[in-house]
T-cell receptor, first 110, second 112 residues
Framework: EDKVVQSPLSLVVHEGDTVTLNCSYEVTNFRSLLWYKQEKKAPTFLFMLTSSGIEKKSGRLSSILDKKELFSILNITATQTGDSAVYLCASFPNTDKLIFGTGTRLQVFP | DTEVTQTPKHLVMGMTNKKSLKCEQHMGHRAMYWYKQKAKKPPELMFVYSYEKLSINESVPSRFSPECPNSSLLNLHLHALQPEDSALYLC???????????FGPGTRLTVT
């Protein structure tokens, strides 16, 4: 059965800290891995990763994929209170169905 | 512009009502999705439309009926829902079925 597992389930940090969120996957005929940020409503797309070892960056956020070890990490540097959200990892197997992990809830306190 | 719009934002309906949720995108995307999300859970796929044809139905009860009138619009018709169907209903679209998906703000549905 295809699955995506995220850790930790929740994380509490102070502003300015750096955090690393983990995502491991077991999917049939892996095609890509995606990261989303969800605050109160809709998930917002962050990154899509298809190749191992190539870091994707957007401001203070970055992500990398390891297709040999079947995992990805999402790094957030110099965290701000606005980074507080649930971060969802998802993967495409050989179907059109995106498989989501349960998410990591990040809380950033001033 | 990566905007997906959904109406209404909130909906309260009784178990005998019929209502519809609407979703629209103008990004030229050819795949559109309905998801259901309960509190503290990830989105759960309901339906996938690819090139206006239903390609995935995740064994959703028939009281939920999707419709894709054209490539920009997606509807979800609701009839005889149960209280456990109360949830956030999210629409998403993508360029094609295996590309990144962009989500709308959702409709918060309460069934009384």
């Amino acid at each position: 059965e295809d699955k995506v597992v995220q850790s930790p389930l929740s994380l509490v940090v102070h502003e300015g800290d750096t955090v690393t969120l983990n995502c491991s996957y077991e999917v049939t005929n892996f095609r890509s891995l995606l990261w989303y940020k969800q605050e109160k409503k809709a998930p917002t797309f962050l990154f899509m990763l298809t190749s191992s070892g190539i870091e994707k960056k957007s401001g203070r956020l970055s992500s990398i994929l390891d297709k040999k070890e079947l995992f990805s990490i999402l790094n957030i540097t110099a965290t701000q209170t606005g980074d507080s959200a649930v971060y969802l990892c998802a993967s495409f197997p050989n179907t059109d169905k995106l498989i989501f992990g349960t998410g990591t809830r990040l809380q950033v306190f001033p | 512009d990566t905007e997906v719009t959904q109406t209404p934002k909130h909906l309260v309906m009784g178990m005998t009502n019929k209502k519809s949720l609407k979703c629209e995108q103008h990004m030229g995307h050819r795949a559109m999705y309905w998801y259901k999300q309960k509190a503290k859970k990830p989105p759960e796929l309901m339906f996938v439309y690819s090139y206006e044809k239903l390609s995935i139905n995740e064994s959703v009860p028939s009281r939920f009926s999707p419709e894709c009138p054209n490539s920009s619009l997606l509807n979800l018709h609701l009839h005889a829902l149960q209280p456990e169907d109360s949830a956030l209903y999210l629409c998403a679209s993508s360029q094609e079925a295996v590309y990144e998906q962009y989500f709308g703000p959702g409709t918060r549905l309460t069934v009384t």
